[in-house]
């Protein structure tokens, strides 16, 4: 069963370092999401690309956060220099178009941890 | 503004129990809500999702959900717990108007007892 795959499952970091993960959606899955779930609440929407295109990233931390999925396949999610606060599970989601009624596929997440 | 409420934080149950787990919803129109669960360390697997049509649906592992569109919500139902059933459980809105990016609940933490 084709799954969504991400990397590093666990990362450890210092603050003021740069982190990135990696994300590989569903084969043929045009939109990719990438939301961050601190402990203890649900997740919440980071950026969503259309193919390549960023569709929403308003609630992305743009002056350390930034993301791209350049050929409209795989994604990199980077923040640079991260601080204590980015410490959450970071995960991956993609679906066959941006429709609510289309469902999402989770990936693992990758957990950080920010010292 | 787009919301899921999920009033408990744990529930715990013995097993073979029934279980409802409960969320509410602030959406201005028609809205498609969806389960998911959450183990340990783990990403989300939808148990369930409504769009339209009846109101009750089934979803995977013996789940169940009803939406009742008069009081906002889409509470979660099974009636016989089994342990592995203990995990994370997240309510969630698609915003269809917004990419289809979903909204969650806080979630609900579920332990089942022997």
Request: proline letters at 5%; a negative charge.
């Amino acid at each position: 069963e084709a799954e969504v795959a991400q990397s590093p499952r666990y990362k450890i970091t210092e603050k003021s370092q740069a982190v990135a993960f990696w994300c590989d959606p569903i084969s043929g899955h045009a939109t990719l999401y990438w939301y961050r779930q601190i402990l203890g609440q649900g997740p919440e929407l980071l950026v969503q690309f259309q193919d390549e295109s960023v569709v929403d990233d308003s609630q992305l931390p743009k002056d350390r956060f930034s993301a791209e999925r350049l050929k409209g396949v795989d994604s990199t999610l980077k923040i640079q220099p991260a601080e204590l606060g980015d410490s959450a599970m970071y995960l991956c989601a993609s679906s066959w178009d941006p429709g609510s009624d289309n469902e999402q596929f989770f990936g693992p997440g990758t957990r950080l941890t920010v010292l | 503004a787009q919301s899921v409420t999920q009033p408990d934080i744990h529930i715990t149950v013995s097993e073979g129990a029934s279980l409802e787990l409960r969320c509410n919803y602030s959406y201005g129109a028609t809205p498609y809500l969806f389960w998911y669960v959450q183990s340990p360390g783990q990403g989300l697997q939808l148990l369930l999702k409504y769009f339209s049509g009846d109101t009750l649906v089934q979803g995977i592992k013996g789940f169940e959900a009803e939406f009742k569109r008069s009081q906002s919500s889409f509470n979660l139902r099974k009636p016989s717990v089994h342990w592995s059933d203990a995990a994370e459980y997240f309510c969630a809105v698609g915003i269809y108007n917004q990419g289809g990016k979903l909204i969650f609940g806080q979630g609900t933490e579920l332990s089942v007892k022997p």
